[in-house]
């Protein structure tokens, strides 16, 4: 092969790997996960009911029945990749994951990292107690005792509305802080709407929410500017909202329906 040949044939081969690559970055993220059959989806594995490790050590909770069901929806196989609180969002902007569904609460500074879709799921942080406890408002909890977790969100909640002579006695953690509300240790608490489905399942009748503190929805994150992906995520959500799969999930996993804030977006 003469040197002419053999330049135009590399010249050649340079355009064909170019033109290759080219296409390749044109594809959107939603093209390549239905090119190749399977979804990566990203989800925490430490945080029951939502994400947890099944007896063989496999992901599931509602995260990954949720995950499930978006990979059944777009028609491929999904992929469950387990990610920590710190690690989920690195994990998705450098491609290691396509999409997260792992219970990541919606705020404005991490809006700056990801695209959020409509809520799939939501904490709602209320004051919780003895039915024959009175607290409808902030003042009602002046000359309580309430058990919070230490450092959580109902522990910061209450702190900031309670009156000065209420009692706020804070505990390692939820399991402790329940522990105390059922021996009559204290007649309020902080719970989530998590946390109160689960009191109710063994002390059914005993407790009652007595007002709502916060709400937080959770999201299915992509990548900035994954628009097409974002758009069939939301479009699942839509119809899982409308059959009631979403809600049937919720309450298999969480044991209660959908937070209303969450069925409603």
Do not use: C
Request: net charge negative; no cysteine; hydrophobic share 45%.
């Amino acid at each position: 092969m003469t040197f002419l040949k053999k330049t135009l044939a590399l010249a050649g081969a340079v355009a064909l790997a170019t033109s290759f690559s080219a296409v390749a970055m044109a594809q959107s993220t939603l093209e390549t996960i239905k090119s190749r059959g399977n979804i990566n989806i990203g989800m925490l594995v430490d945080f029951a009911p939502f994400g947890i490790l099944d007896e063989q050590g496999n992901p599931d909770g509602y995260d990954a029945d949720v995950a499930r069901l978006l990979a059944k929806d777009l028609g491929v196989e999904v992929n469950l990749v387990p990610v920590t609180g710190p690690n989920r969002i690195p994990y998705l902007v450098s491609n290691q994951v396509d999409v997260l569904v792992a219970s990541l609460g919606i705020t404005e500074e991490r809006a700056k990292q990801v695209d959020f879709s409509a809520p799939y799921a939501g904490i709602e942080i209320f004051v919780f107690g003895d039915v024959n406890t009175k607290a409808a408002s902030a003042e009602d909890l002046a000359n309580q005792n309430i058990a919070v977790a230490r450092a959580s969100t109902q522990d910061t909640s209450i702190t900031a509305i309670a009156p000065e002579t209420a009692n706020i006695q804070r505990f390692d953690d939820d399991s402790t802080a329940v522990q105390a509300l059922l021996s009559g240790q204290v007649s309020l608490m902080g719970a989530s709407n998590v946390v109160i489905s689960q009191i109710q399942s063994v002390a059914p009748d005993r407790f009652d929410v007595k007002f709502s503190l916060k709400r937080q929805s959770q999201a299915i994150a992509v990548r900035p500017g994954d628009a097409d992906l974002l758009a069939a995520v939301n479009a699942f959500l839509v119809k899982a909202k409308a059959s009631g799969e979403l809600d049937a999930l919720h309450q298999k996993w969480v044991g209660g329906p959908l937070p209303a804030f969450v069925s409603a977006e």
